[in-house]
C-alpha cells in the first residue's frame, strides 16, 4: 500500500503516449499534469510533487469561471454555492478541480477517469463525469461526458483549463489567433457587464498579431468555425518556425484566453491559459449557453491540442 509520506499531491499519476506525443492525466481533479511531443512540452504544467497552481490543466465543472456572489436561481430554487473566490465574493471553476477522480479504463494511449458528483445545497444535482484522454498522430485528444443522475432538469456549463507554452518563445513574443468576433466586458470583479464586438479593437486577434504587452483574461464570443464545426486558437512563434493549435468542436462557443499576469513567481507571464468553453462567467445567472441536462441525459463534447505549424 502506498505510504501517504510518498504520495503526490495530486495523487494517483496516469502516463499515456503514442506517436512520440506523451501526457500524465492525475487523480486530483481528473486534470492534465502534462504534455509533450518528442520531448518539447507544449502545456505549462506542473512537478509530480507539487500542488496544482493557477487551475493548470483542471476540469471547470459544472460551471467555468465565476459566479457573481456565489447566488443563482434555477427553476423555482435560489441557491447559495461556497465563495471558492472570497477576495472578489464568487464562486469559480466548479465542484470537481480538487475532488479524486477515480480510474475506469487504461491502455498505453488512452485513460479514462472518472467521478461522481454528489448533490450539494449549492448544488443538489448527482452527476456522472467521464473524461477519456488519449494521444496519436494527431496530438492529444479529449472527450467528455457528463450525465444527470437525478430526477430533475440541473443547469451546466463546462471547460478545461491548459497553459500552453512554446520552448524559448515569451508571452509577449508569441503570436495569437483567437477565432471570435465578440468578446466579454468586465467589472472589477472580473464578471460580465456586458458583450462588445472585437473588430477594429485591440482586442481583435481573428487575425494571428503578437501579444506584446497586452494583458489579457478575456472571453471571445461569436466564433468562426471551420466546415466540421471545430474552431481553434493558435500560438506561434514570431517567425512561424512553431506553433501549437488547441481545438474544440461545436459544444464549445467560447474561448477564454489568459495571459497569467496575476499568476505569482516564475509562473507570472511565462504561458497563456487557453481554455474551451461551453459559456462564459455568470451563466447560472444570466442563463447565456447553459445547458440544461434533463434527468438521464448525457452531454458529450471534445477539445484537443495539436503541435505543428
Do not use: K
Not at 68 to 96: K, W
Not at 126 to 131: A, D, F, H, M, V
Not at 189 to 212: F, H, M, N, S, W
Amino acid at each position: 500500500m502506498e505510504h501517504a509520506a510518498n504520495r503526490a499531491p495530486s495523487g494517483a499519476q496516469w502516463t499515456i503516449a503514442a506517436n512520440g506525443h506523451e501526457a500524465v492525466i492525475v487523480e486530483v481533479g481528473g486534470g492534465l499534469r502534462a504534455y509533450r511531443h518528442d520531448g518539447v512540452h507544449y502545456v505549462d504544467g506542473y512537478e509530480a510533487d507539487e500542488l496544482c497552481p493557477g487551475a493548470a490543466g483542471q476540469v471547470l465543472a459544472p460551471w467555468p469561471n465565476r459566479i457573481r456572489d456565489g447566488a443563482y436561481t434555477f427553476g423555482e430554487r435560489s441557491l447559495q454555492l461556497d465563495l471558492s473566490e472570497p477576495a472578489r465574493h464568487n464562486a469559480i471553476h466548479g465542484l470537481v478541480n480538487w475532488v479524486s477522480w477515480e480510474l475506469v479504463e487504461q491502455s498505453a494511449d488512452a485513460v479514462t477517469v472518472g467521478y461522481d458528483l454528489p448533490p450539494t445545497p449549492g448544488y443538489p444535482w448527482p452527476l456522472r463525469l467521464l473524461t477519456r484522454w488519449s494521444v496519436g498522430p494527431a496530438g492529444l485528444r479529449v472527450e467528455h461526458e457528463t450525465t444527470n443522475l437525478g430526477g430533475e432538469p440541473c443547469p451546466f456549463g463546462y471547460s478545461m483549463h491548459p497553459y500552453l507554452r512554446l520552448p524559448g518563445v515569451a508571452v509577449d513574443e508569441l503570436t495569437l489567433r483567437v477565432p471570435g468576433r465578440t468578446r466579454v466586458l468586465l467589472d472589477v470583479r472580473l464578471l460580465p457587464i456586458g458583450v462588445t464586438p472585437v473588430a477594429g479593437t485591440e482586442y481583435d486577434y481573428t487575425e494571428p498579431r503578437a501579444i506584446g504587452d497586452a494583458v489579457l483574461d478575456v472571453a471571445f464570443g461569436d466564433i468562426v468555425r471551420d466546415d466540421d464545426g471545430t474552431s481553434a486558437v493558435t500560438l506561434a512563434a514570431p517567425d512561424g518556425s512553431a506553433a501549437v493549435h488547441v481545438w474544440a468542436d461545436r459544444e464549445f462557443g467560447w474561448w477564454q484566453v489568459f495571459t497569467g499576469d496575476t499568476l505569482t513567481g516564475e509562473r507570472h507571464r511565462r504561458s497563456v491559459a487557453v481554455e474551451p468553453m461551453t459559456c462564459p462567467a455568470d451563466a447560472f445567472r444570466s442563463g447565456r449557453d447553459v445547458i440544461v441536462l434533463a434527468p438521464g441525459q448525457s452531454w458529450r463534447g471534445a477539445w484537443g491540442i495539436r503541435p505543428g505549424v
